[in-house]
């Protein structure tokens, strides 16, 4: 109930195949939640209402005291319970919100990716090896690149530079012999001599060439500098992407060239003496594609030109097949566009099996495989923790019997509200709607008073209450009433800002996990929207996960006056933290990051959130100099006798301490 979906996010044929889907998943373990009203919450039922064991696997479940708990190394073993973490956290002065980044998970995911070609390239005798890459632009966490770095030194894996920026991070940070460094996005002359003298320092520098300017650029730079480069060319396929970046593909793409203009590039080299430089073939058909289907139709094409290129004589050694290893959000795994109908075998499978057969058919080597599946390496590592700070109900006492004298509408509604059962709740709620409305125009009138106003809303709220509890036992629910869940819903305002945690939320309306972290061996007796400390009407989740489609409420717990209620968003940890905005100036969150040991865990670094002193010199604020102006402006007052010694002493001390304190708020 309450589901609803944008028409340009979430195509015909993904609802179905997502719907076509469920018999699937239900025998997968993964029921869907249909239950007696009397029996006994477990945490099965938690388990499949936050459908934890379709996006979670193999790192996140709920425990028997209804925590969720982590294991960071996937099915190798060890696990934590989240909700003890967080306080063991809390109590080293770490306070919410808490990005808590899991660096075994991130070790795993790297280890995973490789595994999967390792196996497919051992099943279909594939000569040419595999080498991966990190897009730093997905999270350029220092401490993060740090560990991908050491994670990814087994598997000489690489970075990808989609900046001159991160290009200055690649070449410091990656230590690894044989490691690639692709080197993608704009460039300018310097971007491209420090690419290419970067080999002198040993690194393996590919500079794909997305516009045209910069084949003279290369051509220029390999001739002054004296340095053979390694080349590469990003084509614009004609096979088109699914989902929100599905149109950038084809001949208008913002990067990349066409096939005309990669027949330039190769008389140019050619022209330069410089063929030998030219390697490798990369492309890229948008992120998050969730249909398995795209992929071997872009491998497909791809592969041909590659093939086309070798025949031309190019030195072609690389076939770099670009990000988009989608991560299901939703765990209905489907083509939705939240979700995806493949897993990470499937992916290099049907990659390595084609990229042989193309050339094997034309005699030419296979190349090295390249991915960069930066959102299925980072997303899983990090989970954000906040709390709940209160909430915003709809009146929910139960209404009184009208009185004699009262006015004949508030008998109607009372009788309406009597008669509600699941005959006839739809007809109900048209009467209760009819009569409210009758009621706002006889007060607008003059006719009625205001305590008699403020009866039918609370008769009108209480018949809804009683609907929307009939609807939810109900398979089906007509549209009229599908918003009903929504308008009755809570809203719990959570200690975070949307705008810099989870901007994808506000902006594209990205779909993340989110559920307590605790208590789910309760039931969720309550429904709500989440809104944040932003004072923007925008600063709000109103759009949650769910098996058929997307839900415009969530199943939370009835607050506890003095117990703390934690909720976590997951799958979150690719793009979110440097997208981020300083809207309302709530600056970066705490972070840690765990590992974990046989005796349980370590903290390996914590990284301080933003203090309000810092957020402010980030907007070019002196915070000496407001504290002067506040101490002057004190002093004034005090002559003026508007405040005491005390007050001033108090307001300057307040003024002072919170400079230095974090932007969120502290219990």
């Known amino acids: 109930m309450g589901a609803y979906s944008r028409a340009e996010d979430t195509t015909v044929e993904a609802k179905q195949a997502k719907s076509s889907a469920l018999a699937q998943v239900e025998t997968k373990g993964m029921p869907l939640v249909t239950r007696e009203i009397t029996r006994q919450w477990t945490i099965e039922d938690s388990e499949a209402l936050y459908r934890i064991e379709g996006w979670g696997q193999p790192y996140f479940s709920i425990n028997a005291a209804g925590h969720i708990t982590v294991s960071p190394k996937g099915e190798r073993g060890g696990s934590l319970d989240l909700f003890e973490l967080v306080n063991a956290l809390k109590q080293r002065n770490l306070a919410l919100p808490l990005m808590i980044r899991f660096s075994d998970i991130l070790e795993d995911r790297i280890e995973r990716l490789n595994a999967c070609f390792a196996k497919a390239i051992a099943r279909y005798n594939y000569p040419g090896t595999y080498k991966g890459v990190y897009p730093v632009k997905c999270n350029q966490q220092r401490h993060l690149i740090e560990e991908l770095v050491t994670f990814g030194k087994p598997h000489q894996f690489g970075l990808e530079a989609g900046s001159k920026p991160e290009l200055m991070i690649a070449l410091a940070m990656l230590d690894t012999p044989g490691a690639l460094i692709t080197c993608n996005g704009y460039k300018d002359r310097e971007y491209i001599e420090t ?77 330069a003496d410089l063929l030998n430089s030219l390697q490798l073939l990369h492309f890229h058909i948008g992120s998050q594609i969730s249909a398995i289907q795209v992929i071997k139709d872009a491998i497909q094409e791809a592969s041909k030109i590659y093939v086309e290129l070798a025949r031309l004589g190019a030195n072609m050694k690389y076939l770099d097949v670009g990000g988009g290893l989608a991560v299901d959000y939703d765990g209905s795994q489907t083509n939705f566009y939240a979700s995806k109908n493949y897993n990470m075998q499937n992916y290099a499978y049907d990659i390595v099996a084609e990229l042989k057969d193309a050339c094997a058919e ?204 934690y909720l976590g968003m997951f799958l979150n940890g690719a793009y979110q933290e440097i997208m981020g905005s300083l809207h309302n100036l709530f600056g970066d969150t705490n972070a840690v990051h765990i590992k974990l040991t046989p005796k349980g865990y370590q903290i390996e670094h914590v990284v301080k959130g933003d203090t309000m002193k810092e957020v402010l010199g980030y907007v070019q604020y002196d915070v000496e100099d407001l504290v002067e102006k506040i101490r002057r402006r004190s002093e004034h007052a005090m002559q003026e006798k508007r405040i005491t010694l005390q007050e001033s002493q108090l307001l300057l001390q307040n003024y002072e301490r919170s400079l230095s304190r974090y932007t969120y708020l502290v219990d």
């Not at 609370?458 to 609807?471: E, G, S």
């Not at 309550?526 to 932003?534: M, S």
Request: hydrophobic share 40%.
């Open 195 to 271: 690419a290419m003298l970067s080999q002198r320092l040993g690194q393996t520098p590919i500079i794909v060439l997305e516009q045209t300017e910069e084949v003279d650029l290369v051509i220029n730079a390999a001739k002054n500098l004296g340095i053979q480069p390694i080349v590469g060319v990003r084509a614009k396929l004609s096979t088109q992407g699914v989902g929100r970046w599905g149109t950038s593909t084809g001949d208008r793409a913002k990067f990349g060239l066409t096939i005309p203009e990669i027949i330039q590039v190769v008389d140019k080299f050619r022209e």
């Open 362 to 565: 034309h005699n030419v080597s296979v190349p090295t495989i390249i991915s960069e599946s930066g959102r299925a390496i980072a997303s899983h590592q990090s989970v954000l923790i906040f709390d709940v700070l209160g909430s915003s109900d709809v009146p929910n006492e139960e209404p009184e019997a009208p009185k004699e004298g009262e006015p004949p509408i508030i008998w109607n509604l009372w009788e309406t509200y009597q008669s509600i059962n699941y005959e006839n709740y739809q007809e109900a709620y048209h009467d209760a709607t009819q009569f409210k409305e009758e009621a706002i125009s006889r007060f607008n009138l003059g006719i009625l008073r205001l305590a008699e106003r403020a009866r039918v809303e609370r008769m009108y709220w209480a018949c809804c209450r009683k609907i929307v509890k009939l609807t939810r036992e109900e398979d089906y629910v007509p549209d009229e009433l599908e918003d009903l869940e929504k308008i009755m819903a809570s809203i719990y305002y959570i200690n975070m800002s949307v705008f810099q945690s989870a901007p994808d939320c506000w902006a594209i309306d990205q779909l993340f996990p989110i559920l307590p972290i605790h208590r789910l061996d309760e039931e969720p007796t309550e429904r709500a929207i989440l809104a944040d400390l932003t004072c923007d009407s925008d600063g709000k989740i109103d759009r949650f996960i769910d098996l058929r489609d997307v839900k415009s409420v969530l199943e939370l717990h009835s607050l506890k006056s003095e117990e703390p209620y």
